[in-house]
C-alpha cells in the first residue's frame, strides 16, 4: 500500500519551535510593560486610598502609595530595558 498522507514539509520556519521572524525579540516583554506599570500604579495608590478610609487620614497615604508605585515602575521600567542594551 502506498501511504499518500501528505507530510509537512521540512526547511526554514517550518518548526513550531523557531520564533516568529515578524516579531521582533522581546517585543511581548515590551507591550507588557504598560500593563504592569498601569497595575502597580492603580494597586498601589487603591491600596493608599483604602488605608485613608480606613485611618481617616486622607490624602495622606493615597499619595504615598502613588509615589510607591511611579518609584516601583520606574525600576521595573529601567530592569525590564536593561535587559536588551
Avoid: N
Avoid at 26 to 32: H, I, K, N, R
Avoid at 49 to 71: N, Q
Wanted: proline content about 8%; glycine content about 12%.
Amino acid at each position: 500500500m502506498d501511504d499518500t498522507t501528505p507530510q509537512p514539509e521540512s526547511g526554514p520556519g517550518s518548526s513550531s519551535d523557531d520564533p516568529d521572524p515578524l516579531v521582533a525579540p522581546g517585543a511581548v516583554e515590551f507591550l507588557s510593560l504598560g500593563l504592569t506599570v498601569a497595575v502597580v500604579l492603580v494597586g498601589l495608590g487603591a491600596l493608599g486610598y483604602l488605608v485613608d478610609r480606613w485611618l481617616g487620614t486622607s490624602p495622606w497615604f493615597t499619595l504615598a502609595g502613588l509615589v510607591l508605585g511611579i518609584a516601583a515602575a520606574v525600576l521595573i521600567t529601567v530592569s525590564r530595558v536593561r535587559r536588551f542594551l
